[in-house]
């Protein structure tokens, strides 16, 4: 089970950080990724990280150098830091877990087997 949370409605510029905390004793083991849905759109890939100790992260275009992601195996937690947010970073933001080993496939939605709920985050301009 996954649960997200850490959004928010904040002004254009500014910074949220949003956490996925895992249940169970094999998260280290899981690749995480971090997907959004804006209204009327598609879900698409912000941010992934491998699994064990995420020593191979990956972004989508549009957030790299803003966004962070990072994980806490001790605390089976997975954050994402976002920075320099802009209105159109709004979203409802989901966690996802896969248990793919080849990196290349966490920017891909139908490679994850978990997914969280969705925190909201709106960015105000």
């Known amino acids: 089970q996954l649960q997200a949370s850490g959004g928010g409605l904040v002004q254009a510029g500014g910074s949220l950080r949003l956490s996925c905390a895992a249940s169970?004793?094999?998260?280290?083991?899981?690749?995480m990724g971090w997907f959004r849905q804006a209204p009327g759109k598609e879900r698409e890939f912000v941010a992934a990280?491998?699994?064990?100790?995420?020593?191979?992260?990956s972004y989508a275009i549009s957030v790299k150098g803003r966004f962070t992601i990072s994980r806490d195996n001790a605390k089976n937690t997975v954050y994402l830091q976002m920075n320099s947010l802009k209105p159109e970073d709004t979203a409802v933001y989901y966690c996802?877990?896969?248990?793919?080993?080849?990196?290349?496939?966490?920017?891909?939605?139908?490679?994850?087997?978990?997914w969280g709920q969705g925190t909201e985050v709106t960015v105000s301009s």
């Open positions: 169970g004793r094999t998260f280290s083991s899981y690749a």
């Open positions: 996802a877990a896969s248990s793919r080993v080849i990196t290349t496939t966490l920017t891909t939605a139908t490679y994850y087997d978990y």
């Open positions: 990280i491998s699994r064990s100790g995420g020593s191979t992260k």
